[in-house]
Nanobody
Framework: QLQASGGGLVQTGGSLRLSCAASGFTLQGNAIAWFRQAPGKEREGVSCISPSGNITRYDYSVVGRFTIAKDNAKSAVYLQMNGLKPEDTAVYYC???????????????????WGKGTLVTVSS
């Protein structure tokens, strides 16, 4: 089971750090991704990281602002979000599985374990 945490309310330009923790299994052999879903919109991939943690991918909308990191010893993954914008407002989910990127888009069908999301709200 995965659990995302760290969401909250922040002003434009602010920062948040999301955490994804696993219980009942290890994240070590899995790629981990962050997805988000804004009200009325489809879920979209934000970032993913390889099982070893040495390969990362980002959606173009967050490049240079978000950083994903993996701590296999703690079985945790983090998403550092800087320079937040109102359009980043969404429920953020972490997922475990395989990171599949097609034409720059992180696909959700590679992931088979999903956690409950955490709400990020960025005020203007």
């Amino acid at each position: 089971q995965l659990q995302a945490s760290g969401g909250g309310l922040v002003q434009t330009g602010g920062s948040l750090r999301l955490s994804c923790a696993a219980s009942g299994f290890t994240l070590q052999g899995n790629a981990i991704a962050w997805f988000r879903q804004a009200p009325g919109k489809e879920r979209e991939g934000v970032s993913c990281i390889s099982p070893s943690g040495n390969i990362t991918r980002y959606d173009y909308s967050v490049v240079g602002r978000f950083t994903i990191a993996k701590d296999n010893a703690k079985s945790a993954v983090y998403l550092q979000m800087n320079g937040l914008k109102p359009e980043d407002t969404a429920v953020y989910y972490c997922a475990a599985g395989r990171c599949i990127v097609d034409e720059g888009v992180i696909k959700d069908y590679g992931f088979n374990s999903w956690g409950k999301g955490t709400l990020v709200t960025v005020s203007s």
